[in-house]
């Protein structure tokens, strides 16, 4: 009985000590950072101004009421106020006022009219 005992102690500390030496040998993870940027806020830009899409309103710094949704959407305007641009590459180079273009590239060389 005694050996028994102790053959069941041995088979229960060699079981224990392969687990702990398989988690030993198995590589460490660690959180990575996000492959992008996270996006920007919809909306709620300082100047009433809401930007949705890649590089939308990108360069803005003073402009104020302007609305770019789709990639590079009003993204060279910096002090342009109330424009709106819905497609990709909208007003691309625009910087003047009171502009509006829709669909892919519209008004994509206007840059003060």
Request: glycine share 12%.
């Amino acid at each position: 009985m005694k050996n028994l005992m102790k053959n069941r102690s041995l088979a229960i500390l060699t079981s224990v000590l392969s687990v702990v030496t398989c988690f030993a040998f198995l590589p460490q993870t660690q959180a990575t950072p996000d492959a992008l940027p996270p996006p920007s806020p919809d909306g709620c830009y300082p100047g009433f101004t809401t930007a949705e899409g890649c590089n939308a309103l990108k360069l803005l710094t003073s402009g104020a009421g302007n609305t770019g949704l789709g990639w590079h959407s009003l993204s060279a305007n910096t002090s342009g106020n109330f424009n709106t641009g819905v497609g990709a590459g909208t007003l691309i180079l625009n910087n003047g006022d009171s502009n509006t273009a829709t669909g892919a590239a519209a008004l994509l060389l206007n840059t003060a009219g």
